[in-house]
């Protein structure tokens, strides 16, 4: 079993930035993968980024290259997405999602990109 615990959502404007933080707890060594995605009521759940706990190769999709960045920290067991350039379609609650074989999820922060 792993547990994710995101923080770091908010309002912000465009243009401006915001970083979410993942904490894991658990299993963590059964991780191989982690990574971060959006939802928008109605859609389904996107990815956004991923990184892999071994050697830190990182995907981005389309929509995040060049703006986010993933990054992890092994040693608190944490992963972070830094959002810059933020824009209103970026408006969606974001998953921490870590990979062992099996899926697991947090419960999900929410960003508003807004003026």
């Known amino acids: 079993q792993v547990q994710l615990v995101e923080s770091g959502g908010g309002l912000v404007q465009p243009g401006g930035s915001l970083r979410l933080s993942c904490a894991a707890s658990?299993?963590?060594?059964?991780?191989?993968?982690m990574g971060w995605y959006r939802q928008v009521p109605g859609k389904q759940r996107n990815l956004v980024a991923r990184?892999?706990?071994?050697?830190?190769?990182?995907y981005y999709t389309n929509s995040a290259k060049g703006r986010f960045t993933v990054s992890r920290d092994n040693a608190e067991n944490t992963v972070y997405l830094q959002m810059n350039s933020l824009k209103p379609e970026d408006t969606a609650v974001y998953y921490c999602?870590?990979?062992?074989?099996?899926?697991?999820w947090g419960q999900g922060t929410q960003v508003t990109v807004s003026s």
């Open positions: 999602h870590a990979y062992t074989g099996l899926d697991y």
């Open positions: 658990g299993s963590i060594r059964s991780i191989s993968t």
């Open positions: 990184i892999s706990t071994g050697g830190g190769a990182t």
